[in-house]
């Protein structure tokens, strides 16, 4: 039996839609509900002592949905960049977000900014939101920023390494995922964290992320902590 040491959780929340189907609600009822299980779920990982915790809340790919969903969405975000991420907030817990900003409300990026800079020294956890995030855009971005400082001479094409590479990332300074879970039985990364994920233990779940709750999380680092992570060693 191993016991792997888990810094970072990664989620991507699935199945608020099917969720509320299935009770013949909107689909933004389930969004709300699940949002909900965020504040949970953040709770419950820093009771557990994990240090990070990464949540996909919305794709670049989402921005495809219909207008309804999408004002539903940035509203609830809205009202918990408003007043639901009080309660973290003072438990010590610091936000970030990762993803495109330039594709959101102003108002919105204004109250992001400012969340994080109020949570910056919180130290029991780490909550990274993916708002807006796609990680092949993350990555040609990064390209884009060493590719600037090579012209600008700031830098050397043979000083481009693994480690000089990941600090253009949003997630610069962040261990990579030991663990991520994908709720509603979907079995596919949809463009997150592609390039942090190469060595991720990956878990997945029938459960709709507006059931997810403390008890299935701490069943599956149970779980996490019997794998063998080999990193190609033999
Ligand atoms: C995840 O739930 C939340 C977002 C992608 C914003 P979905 O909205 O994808 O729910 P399903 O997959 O349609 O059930
Ligand atoms: C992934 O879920 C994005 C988020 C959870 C925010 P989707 O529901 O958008 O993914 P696909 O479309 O099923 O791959
Ligand atoms: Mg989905």
């Known amino acids: 039996m191993t016991n792997n040491n888990l810094q970072h959780i990664a989620v991507i929340m699935d199945g608020n839609g099917r969720w509320a189907a299935k009770r013949g609600l909107p689909r933004n009822a389930g969004h709300k509900k699940g949002a909900e299980v965020v504040i949970e779920t953040a709770k419950a990982v820093k009771e557990l002592g994990v240090p990070y915790l990464t949540i996909y809340a919305f794709s670049t ?19 918990y960049l408003d007043s639901n991420f009080e ?24 109250k992001m900014e400012n969340l994080e ?19 092949r855009q993350e990555i040609v971005n990064a390209v884009r920023r060493t590719a600037q400082k090579v012209k600008n001479g700031e830098l050397a094409i043979t000083d481009i390494d693994e480690n000089e590479f990941s600090q253009m990332l949003y997630t610069a300074e962040v261990p990579d995922p030991d663990l991520l ?29 507006p059931d997810f709750n403390k008890e299935e999380l701490k069943s599956i680092i149970e779980n996490y902590k019997t794998r063998e992570r080999r990193y190609g060693k033999a």
């Open 181 to 209: 879970i994908r709720t509603s039985g979907e079995q596919r990364l949809s463009n997150y964290l592609l390039w942090q994920l190469a060595y991720t233990e990956l878990f997945f779940t029938n459960t709709l992320w």
């Open 87 to 110: 309660e973290l907030e003072k438990n010590d817990v610091r936000i970030r977000f990762i993803g495109e900003r330039g594709m959101l409300d102003a108002d919105i990026v204004n």
């Open 117 to 135: 800079k109020r949570t910056i020294s919180n130290r029991s956890l780490v909550l990274q939101i993916a708002l807006s995030y796609g990680s």
């Open 61 to 79: 790919e989402n921005w495809k949905r219909s207008k309804q969903e999408v004002d539903g969405l940035m509203n609830l975000l809205r009202q």
